[in-house]
């Protein structure tokens, strides 16, 4: 670390209606001997940059690096980095990390709550409650399922994670097979369609890509069995809307629980809010209010890295 009297700027951020306090009491937690210093306007951010050896937000202006002199890290609050100017980072020497992991646990439930809720018919259930209707309906057993889990960057491992205990079968679906992962089988994306094949639930983990997007069309949805249950919470464009509404239309699958969707915010006069089988909700499987915790435990660990190694290099999450 410098001489400096500001050791890790923090930058203006706030998520899911949790303001920056949390982080910067997680830090100081952490990282008691720290000086921490949060940046509440455009004015004192630029300052700060002109001091710390780390910054944390969700982005730092290029304009702003010529005068970060002692800048050696930014930890970016978002598991993705496409919308930093990553090529003046590098240039400058500053090395970036991201959130990745950060939301496993909780997108993680999201989808496992989806999946039990298409299994043992708690749509139905509430759907019948608001009526005052007591009649029996068809369930399912989750136990001997094949779930198929598309990208298995840290939410895709998760999700497999939770699902061991459900006596499942699990197919891991990523770019690079190679890499393996913790399921019961790895396809590669060229073997999309034997995962949709076999398989009673379909999650989407994976990132927006060219290889990823409009993965979900019409060819793939008859591919997929006509019980099976498609779960999106990768991103919208990777499913082709219009498909999935004629796939709806057509029972060509049993339903679908949307965390993300293309457009976004869904048009109040979408088909997709009229069908019975699906379960929307409004990019919320990210809210967790452990956010700031888990994003201070890394941004802490590589904090120790670089006292124990002198090093800003092979840090947790970097992604430069």
């Not at 497999?160 to 890499?179: I, M, N, Q, W």
């Not at 006509?226 to 049993?254: C, F, H, M, W, Y």
């Not at 809010?273 to 379960?279: A, C, E, G, S, Y």
Request: charged content about 25%.
């Amino acid at each position: 670390m410098t001489d400096s009297d500001v050791d890790i700027a923090v930058l203006r951020q706030k998520i899911h209606g949790m303001s920056a306090d949390g982080y910067i009491d997680a830090l100081r937690e952490r990282l008691p001997e720290k000086n921490i210093v949060y940046g509440q306007t455009p004015a004192e951010e630029r300052e700060l940059l002109k001091e710390a050896e780390i910054a944390a937000g969700f982005n730092v202006p290029a304009k702003l690096l010529d005068d970060a002199e002692n800048l050696q890290l930014f930890a970016c609050s978002f598991a993705g980095t496409g919308h930093l100017p990553m090529d003046a980072l590098e240039e400058h020497g500053v090395a970036v990390t991201n959130a990745s992991g950060v939301h496993g646990p909780n997108i993680a439930e999201h989808v496992l709550g989806a999946i039990l809720s298409f299994t043992r018919g708690f749509h139905t259930a509430w759907r019948q409650k608001e009526r005052t209707e007591w009649r029996s309906f068809e369930t399912h057993e989750l136990q001997g399922s094949t779930v198929s889990v598309v990208g298995l960057g840290a939410i895709g491992q998760t999700v497999l994670d939770r699902l061991d205990a459900f006596g499942v079968h699990t197919v891991g679906v990523r770019y690079s097979p190679e890499k393996g992962g913790p399921a019961d089988e790895i396809l590669g994306f060229d073997e999309l369609h034997e995962a949709l094949a076999v398989s009673d639930y379909v999650v989407i983990a994976a990132p927006l890509t060219d290889a990823t997007e409009g993965m979900f069309d019409a060819n793939a949805f008859k591919t997929m069995k006509p019980e099976s249950v498609l779960v999106n919470i990768g991103r919208g464009p990777i499913v082709d809307t219009d498909d999935l509404v004629s796939a709806l239309k057509g029972n060509a699958i049993r339903g679908a629980a949307l965390d993300v969707t293309d457009p976004e915010p869904l048009p109040s006069d979408h088909d997709l809010w009229t069908f019975d089988n699906v379960l929307i909700t409004p990019h919320n499987a990210g809210h967790t209010p452990n956010y700031w915790e888990r994003l201070a435990d890394i941004l802490a660990r590589n904090v120790e890295q670089v006292e124990e190694t002198g090093s800003y290099e092979d840090l947790e999450n970097q992604v430069n």
